[in-house]
């Protein structure tokens, strides 16, 4: 569905944001891109949506290359929630606001409003139907980025930073849609510094630094990789440093990080 092969791009200020990045996501799969800032990883967002154009190398999306398709018709296959939502807000109404990309994308009017209710409601924002986008806090304009969306129904959905500003409850919701998406065969891509969202979650985890993937496997594997993620500036999810610290002692019960993690959510049920 998504191929880099040997991207590079450097920006106007001579900054090199890709060197040499080659990755594939099939359809269907749910990846995490992980890494410090500067470490390539919205840059690389940016070149799936048609963007950004890579210097060398190519981007193909669902066998297309980007070079040769619009932001406009690669939008219709994929959705992206940047991480500052003020960048794609511009509607006087949230109502508006979730109904423009589906009129744009020609979708019938009693369909536009049934995926407009829809969408208020499964993010909590139908009390601001007739509000300006502009008047909500930080964490619902990044829901409501995520609503616009969902609602025209992409095949790939990449979120960048989507917990950001968000509280436990938004976090729990928001693990539980991307779930949905997976389940539903939708490829999903997270941009995120929030490891202890990712890891419940089980991604696979992409790690990059300078541009350059360093890391790319199942987060049970990566996770546990404390030399590679130190070498991003990635933390570990405190589960598996747990894990990690009885796994050292004799006679531990657990084989598997998960095993840890499924004692310790038992242990704190009443």
Known sequence: MIEFRDVSFVHQNGVRALDGVSLRVDAGEF?????ENGAGKTTLVKHVT??????SGSVLVDGVDTRAASTAQLSRKVGVAFQNPDHQLFSETVEEEMS???????FPPEVVRERVSWGLELFGLGEYRRSSPLILSGGEKKRLTLACILAWDPQVVMLDEPTVGQDAIQKEKLAGTILMLKSAGKTVVVVSHDIEFLWPIQPRVVVMKGGRVVGDGPATAIMQDRDLLASARVAQPQLVEFYQELHRRPGTPFVHPLDAARWAEEAMLP
Do not use: H, S
């Not at 048609?50 to 210097?55: H, N, T, V």
């Not at 423009?100 to 020609?106: H, T, V, Y």
């Open 31 to 35: 990846v995490a891109l992980v890494g």
């Open 100 to 106: 423009f990309a589906l009129r744009n994308f020609g």
């Open 50 to 55: 048609g963007l950004l154009k890579p210097a």
